[in-house]
């Protein structure tokens, strides 16, 4: 799936997100992000960057609003 589309995540993104996860007991398994923002994290890169960059655990951002063709989202579920 990495290097069709930029997804979405429901993440508001922290510039320090990974460095304030290193204060938690388990900060690889899913770090509390903030609970609002202006931001909204993006994953997995798309065939316009550079081919190391398309991998899933590759992070950006951008606006909530914006729309762009190289952006889109994939369906998850928690499991139960």
């Given at each position: 799936?990495?290097?069709?589309?930029?997804?979405?995540?429901?993440?508001?993104?922290?510039?320090?997100?990974?460095?304030?996860?290193?204060?938690?007991?388990?900060?690889?398994?899913?770090?509390?992000?903030?609970?609002?923002?202006?931001?909204?994290?993006?994953?997995?890169?798309?065939?316009?960057?550079?081919?190391?960059?398309?991998?899933?655990?590759?992070?950006?951002s951008?606006?909530?609003?914006?729309?762009?063709?190289?952006?889109?989202?994939?369906?998850?579920?928690?499991?139960?």
């Amino acid at each position: 799936m990495a290097g069709n589309v930029w997804k979405w995540c429901a993440d508001w993104y922290s510039a320090t997100y990974y460095s304030d996860a290193q204060d938690m007991e388990h900060p690889r398994r899913n770090p509390k992000v903030p609970d609002t923002g202006d931001r909204r994290v993006l994953r997995g890169g798309t065939r316009y960057r550079n081919a190391h960059m398309l991998r899933n655990a590759e992070r950006v951002s951008d606006f909530p609003v914006s729309s762009l063709n190289v952006v889109g989202f994939r369906c998850a579920m928690d499991a139960p």
